[in-house]
Nanobody, 116 residues
Framework: QVHLVESGGGLVQPGDSLRLSCAAS????????MGWSRQAPGEEREFVAS????????YYSDSVKGRFTISRDNARNTLSLQMNSLKPEDTAVYYC?????????WGQGTQVTVSS
């Protein structure tokens, strides 16, 4: 079992930056990848970014590429998402996700609201 806890969400204005963190605990030894997804009201959950543990390769959705950066802190077993130049359409609940031995785990989510 893997436990994921997100933090760092909040209310910001368009153009601002925000940094999300995800702390992983439990049976993390078999982690294949970790990442972030988001879900806006009335929308399907969508992929945002991911980090592949085996080779450090990162992936981003087209909507966030160039504005968001995913990073990993090995010592603290945490995953971060630096979000710059935020737009109102980035408003959503952001979920941390982990793929461990073929099983996907999700955090409880953290709300990000971008509004003037």
């Amino acid at each position: 079992q893997v436990h994921l806890v997100e933090s760092g969400g909040g209310l910001v204005q368009p153009g601002d930056s925000l940094r999300l963190s995800c702390a992983a605990s439990g049976r993390t030894a078999n982690t294949y990848s970790m990442g972030w997804s988001r879900q806006a009201p009335g929308e399907e959950r969508e992929f945002v970014a991911s980090w592949r543990w085996t080779d450090g390769k990162t992936y981003y959705s087209d909507s966030v590429k160039g504005r968001f950066t995913i990073s990993r802190d090995n010592a603290r077993n945490t995953l971060s998402l630096q979000m710059n130049s935020l737009k109102p359409e980035d408003t959503a609940v952001y979920y941390c996700t982990s793929n461990n031995a073929g099983v996907r785990y999700w955090g409880q989510g953290t709300q990000v609201t971008v509004s003037s």
